[in-house]
Nanobody, 125 residues
Framework: QVQLDESGGGSVQAGGSLRLSCAAS????????TGWFRQALGKEREFVAA????????GYADSVKGRFTISRDNAKDTIYLQMNSLKPEDTGVYYC??????????????????WGQGIQVTVSS
């Protein structure tokens, strides 16, 4: 089973920045860290950003475009999410997710098989 470990979360004031990391370990078996999702209390898990295996294509939720940047390091099977100009509505638990070889952007949680445990991001006003 693939294990995904998120790091870099925490609490910041509005306008601040955080960088999340997600590293895969164990027997990946053809699965790759690809996307970031988030879930606010009492809300459905929603797509944030994703990146193809080559890093050549990225996709973002409209709510984070221009503020968040996703990147990857295939040598480490790690993806990153640089979050700038954070807003209180960005608060939630952030999850990284893995799927089979990502040649295109997938935005639905059901497209991903493995998930990290989640990491809290809190943005205060």
């Amino acid at each position: 089973q693939v294990q995904l470990d998120e790091s870099g979360g925490g609490s910041v004031q509005a306008g601040g920045s955080l960088r999340l990391s997600c590293a895969a370990s164990g027997r990946t078996g053809g699965y790759y860290t690809t996307g970031w999702f988030r879930q606010a209390l009492g809300k459905e898990r929603e797509f944030v950003a994703a990146i193809t295996l080559s890093g050549g294509i990225t996709g973002y939720a409209d709510s984070v475009k221009g503020r968040f940047t996703i990147s990857r390091d295939n040598a480490k099977d790690t993806i990153y999410l640089q979050m700038n100009s954070l807003k209180p509505e960005d608060t939630g638990v952030y999850y990284c997710a893995a799927r089979t070889v990502p040649l295109v952007i997938r935005r639905e949680p059901t497209e991903y098989k493995y998930w990290g445990q989640g990491i809290q991001v809190t943005v205060s006003s």
